[in-house]
């Protein structure tokens, strides 16, 4: 009953497997399983002839000097920094962190350092290893969860592959010549291993190589790993028998009736050593016995020897609307009355893609409130409205004729850019965020109109190949900004920061693939549907560890209820756009669609985050509608409360909400 795919190694060869069988991670009644499977929208074929049918440009150059010919552009990942710039920012694989050098490479331990605002970390002892011959490096390959940067000298000629893996401890160094690596600090035998100490840091290697002082010589075709023991738990000496180097990775994933499972292989000779984070271990499908722990800005990293890593998480309902059908008479009537006022006071829409597809995901809300209190006037000026944007939008040669609300195709940076850009999603920031906006109004639009669905797929199906392509496909990076063993997205394109990359609003992720999922049912591509509806349950299931309702209990100091943004190495109370307390919930609960229902998972953590966010409860300020919203969460008289404060927030309406919404938001509680 299910499939299975491997996501092959990007710019290399296939996986060199040389492990056992899964270990077994059903979730109930499963019902379909494997990213990479075909679509019916989005396998290569169709791909490459939609984008011949596209206007194409490059909007924006980017600097990106250290790619392999052939590799697509790897925009949004965790190790992007790698990758663009004038210089190579440091990336963290998780528990390590990583930065290339003139000649090689070094490697550490972040260090916390917390504050009250900042879950962080500092940069701890390094252990740097400089390579004969070596001018520098570029990401040479890649897959869904590690990176071979490639070591070359002055000619170009590659000298050594350097591989680094999520959840590893350990850092391979494959050599394609005879090499030799240089510490920055000497080697001491630990039992069958060597070590090295800086600090307090204590640094193993292991493999094929021959050790002397700080030298390290390694022949062609020889592999070297270093790693670090974890803060508890076992030594360099204790661990030198479970280190393997991962030559691979792959994800799979099942989609049963109430959760998801994902599973990581790691491709090695036997178990490799793993760390799950905090959203794994709660739910792990086999939990082996631990070999230590290493701190983190996430919570402790528990480290197995294991060949997979596998994990359930909740599956949510994604819907195209609320479901009115048991308010009143009086309320409905209500909502009717409102939503014809909403509709007739609706403003030409912004020509942005991030504003404009909020316009017309408001759009689509304010249609099924129509449509659900029998407003029927309403309903097909909004319909009608909505359709006609949709459409201008989805014309494949628009951007020929105008300069505004239309898409391209980059060629160079192989993604879809949509005219007029914002926030920097020319630099490819943000595209999940603004694409799910126009994804989740077509779906809506389209869940009864296969025809429409049709008409509009030529672009919009482009705009999901961007931001969640199943593969890779030439034309786009698979799961542009999806990273399945953090279980959330990165919005930076280019991640030109020492941080890593980023993640600000958890809620618009979350639609993102709840939007992703309506417009491939709308279309009838069950694949993409079930692609989609995991990575709503894992984004969702983030959203709530790390931003909306984490535990901080180990983190004393940090003096919040809530993070308003995710980063490799640091988790910060603030947003890009807003020290206000009200901006920071506001940006983890937008839009609060019919697909949201994981907001209400912690309704115990609703009226913290409320206090903290709007103090005396004034909600007649900017934001103060999604905070009003939320705050109906903690409970039947907090929604009752809700409801009678609502006429308070009417001149401070979201531009992708409206009150129609959040009366029937609130009347549905």
Known sequence: MSRRTWCGLVGSSALAMGVGSLAACSSKTPVSTSPGAATTALDKGTVSTLVAAMSTRTPKTLVMPRLAEGLTPPTNHWFSGLVFGDQ????????????????????????????????GSEQGPRLGLSVDGVTGGVVSAYDAAS???????????????????????????????????????????????????????????????KVSGSDVTLATGKTETFFIPPTTGMTVADLASKVQA??????????????????????????????????????????????????????????????????HAKRWDIRTALDLSKLSSDQKGKLATQVAADV????????????????LYRDAMLMEIAKAVGAQDAAKTVKDRLTTALQKWTEPKGADARATECFVYDPKYHGMIGLAASFGSDEYNDHHFHYGYFL???????????????????????????????????????????????????????????????QE????????????????????????????????????????AYWLAPDTSAFSGFQHHIVGMCWGTKRDYSTWFSADPTAILMIQVLPAGPSAGYLAASPDRVSAAITEAVGSGDYSKT????????????????????LDTAPSVADHIDDGNSMSYLLAYLMTR
């Not at 694989?93 to 260090?111: D, H, I, N, Q, R």
């Not at 940067?149 to 050594?160: H, N, P, T, Y």
């Not at 510490?183 to 100490?197: I, L, M, N, P």
């Not at 792990?284 to 230590?292: F, H």
């Open 88 to 119: 190579a920012q440091p990336v963290f694989p998780m528990p390590l962190a990583f930065g290339l050098t003139k000649s090689g490479f070094e490697f550490w331990l972040p260090k916390l350092l917390v504050s009250a605002k900042t879950i």
């Open 147 to 209: 990176v071979v940067v490639q070591l070359r000298d002055a000619s170009g000629k590659g000298v050594a592959d350097v591989r680094l893996v999520q959840g590893s401890p350990t850092i391979s160094v494959k050599a394609i010549t005879d090499i030799k690596l240089t510490g920055s600090s000497a080697f001491s035998a630990a039992g069958s291993a060597w070590q090295a100490t800086v600090g307090a840091t204590v640094f193993g290697l292991t493999g094929d190589g």
């Open 246 to 311: 991962v030559t691979g990775t792959d994800v799979t994933y099942e989609i049963g009736t109430n959760d998801v499972t994902t599973t990581i292989r790691y491709a090695a000779a036997g178990p490799a050593l793993v760390v799950s984070m905090p959203h794994h271990e709660g739910s792990l499908v086999s939990k082996g016995t631990s070999l230590g722990s290493y701190d983190s800005i996430y919570g402790k990293l528990e480290l197995y020897a294991t060949e997979t890593l596998a994990w």
């Open 344 to 359: 007739a006071a609706t403003k030409p829409y912004p020509q942005d893609t991030y504003f404009g597809g909020k316009g």
């Open 440 to 502: 989740y109004a077509a779906g809506v639009l389209c869940a009864d109109d296969s025809a429409l669905a049709a008409k509009l797929a030529p672009v919009m199906d482009l705009l999901a190949a961007d931001i969640a392509s199943p593969t890779d496909t030439g034309f786009f990076p698979q799961w542009r900004p999806f990273d399945a063993y953090a279980s959330h997205s990165w919005a930076s394109g280019t991640s030109p920061f020492a941080d890593g990359n980023n």
């Open 505 to 544: 609003s958890s809620s618009e992720a979350v639609n993102a693939w709840a939007g992703l999922a309506l417009w491939a049912r709308a279309r009838g591509d069950k694949a993409l549907e079930q692609q989609a509806t995991w990575m709503h349950s894992l984004e969702a299931q983030t959203a709530l």
């Open 623 to 642: 934001y103060g509608d999604y905070c009003l919203l939320y705050s109906s969460l903690a409970g039947k008289d907090a929604a009752a409360k809700a």
